[in-house]
């Protein structure tokens, strides 16, 4: 017995050689394996990031779709709200002028008898009509500086939504990008 502990046999020492090859060849295995696992881990991360990025991507632009979409629509409302009272305006206007001929026409129908009758009468009548069309071009005048600046006014409100809308823009690329940097 104290021959076997002394020397080994060659095949003992291979067979010994073996296993350490052996533990270190299943450690390597090892290690790679969890490699391995590691990486595809990793990989799913970063397609589930991707695909992330993808569904954000659509709802942003869908998003901004149905922004541009509803300050269309928007605007166009308001447009079509502005045209219709300034229609109304004018129709009124062009009643008012209507009106205010026949009246005049009236008048200078009288203002001829009377002409016959009284010079003095027929010029301080002239004065009134005059001072009247006066007064009437004054206030056609004053409505239609109030419609220029309620038209002035709806085109500075488009000019606000637009603006909006292109900060909401800006705003929501400026957060995909540090969306897409903490990537």
Known sequence: MSFMWAK????HTRLKE?????????TLTATKDLQLQS???????????????????????SAGSTHNEE?????????EKHQEEMIRRLLA???EERRALQE?????????????????????EMKEATKSQHEEMNYSKLQLAALR?????????VRGWRQERD?????????NEAYLAES
């Open 71 to 79: 300050l269309q629509e928007h605007q166009s409302q308001l447009k």
């Open 8 to 11: 080994e046999s060659p095949s």
């Open 18 to 26: 073996t296993k350490v090859e052996l533990n270190r060849q299943r």
């Open 149 to 157: 600046e309620e038209l002035l006014s709806a085109h500075d409100h």
């Open 104 to 124: 005049e026409f009236l008048q200078s129908e009288t203002a001829s008898v009377r002409l016959l009758r009284d010079a003095d009468a027929l010029e301080a």
């Open 93 to 95: 206007a062009e009643d």
């Open 167 to 175: 900060s909401e823009a800006e705003a929501a690329s400026v957060t």
């Open 39 to 61: 990486d595809t881990a990793k990989l799913l991360q970063a397609v589930n990031r991707r695909h992330q990025e993808a569904e954000l991507e659509a709802e942003l632009e």
